[in-house]
Antibody, heavy 121, light 107 residues
Framework: EVHLVESGGGLVQPGGSLRLSCAASGFTFGRYEMNWVRQAPGKGLEWVSYISDSGNLKKYADSVKGRLTISRDNANNSLYLQMDNLRAEDTAVYYC??????????????WGQGTLVTVSS | DIQMTQSPSSLSASVGDRVTITCRASQSISRYLNWYQQKPGKAPNLLIYATSNLQNGVTPRFSGSGYGTDFTLTINNVQPEDFATYFCQQGDSSPRTFGQGTKLEIK
């Protein structure tokens, strides 16, 4: 059974840093593209970042470019999001989400339970 | 970026009703349209991918249709477990964008 478990969220001051992790199990992690998607309290869903299966290709939303960095460790079935220079508007639940292995869909077929990041002084 | 607009933002229904949610893209996205269900405090759950394909394990009471810019999600015989928020998402181009959500409430 596929499982994605995020960790690393918490309260951080504006300008601070956090590193989120997503532990994957139940599938061959290194064969799947992965993403981070966030949801501000009471708001909709916003795609944040993408990484290819090999880790060679990375994409970011304009709102986080230059401040957030996605990475992965296929040997340890883990996805990461390094968050620097955090702003109040980064406050959200952060989900890791797997790309469905179906080029006709470009959907996210499995999601973690999410980890809350709160940026506040 | 492609803008996704859902309507209505909320709707009320009774158990057994048929409901339809609409999603409109700001430009053509072919059939790259996916639907998710989200319950309070939970992660989104993929229901339908590529406009009309039911994700494994999803009840066939859910169906999707459309092409280009206009898409619909239909729920037949609404059940208590269907009361949730529904999001559409386009996969045609990066960044993949979501609609603002439609909250389905009990009448």
């Amino acid at each position: 059974e596929v499982h994605l478990v995020e960790s690393g969220g918490g309260l951080v001051q504006p300008g601070g840093s956090l590193r989120l992790s997503c532990a994957a199990s139940g599938f061959t992690f290194g064969r799947y593209e992965m993403n981070w998607v966030r949801q501000a309290p009471g708001k909709g869903l916003e795609w944040v970042s993408y990484i290819s299966d090999s880790g060679n290709l990375k994409k970011y939303a304009d709102s986080v470019k230059g401040r957030l960095t996605i990475s992965r460790d296929n040997a340890n079935n883990s996805l990461y999001l390094q968050m620097d220079n955090l702003r109040a508007e980064d406050t959200a639940v952060y989900y890791c989400a797997r790309d469905k292995a179906d080029l006709a869909s470009r959907a996210y077929d499995y999601w973690g339970q999410g980890t809350l990041v709160t940026v506040s002084s | 970026d492609i803008q996704m607009t859902q309507s209505p933002s909320s709707l009320s229904a009774s158990v057994g009703d048929r409901v339809t949610i609409t999603c409109r893209a700001s430009q053509s996205i072919s059939r790259y349209l996916n639907w998710y269900q989200q319950k309070p405090g939970k992660a989104p759950n993929l229901l339908i991918y590529a406009t009309s394909n039911l994700q494994n394990g999803v009840t066939p009471r859910f169906s999707g249709s459309g092409y280009g810019t206009d898409f619909t999600l239909t729920i037949n015989n609404v059940q208590p477990e269907d009361f949730a928020t529904y999001f559409c998402q386009q996969g045609d181009s990066s960044p993949r964008t979501f609609g603002q959500g439609t909250k389905l409430e009990i009448k």
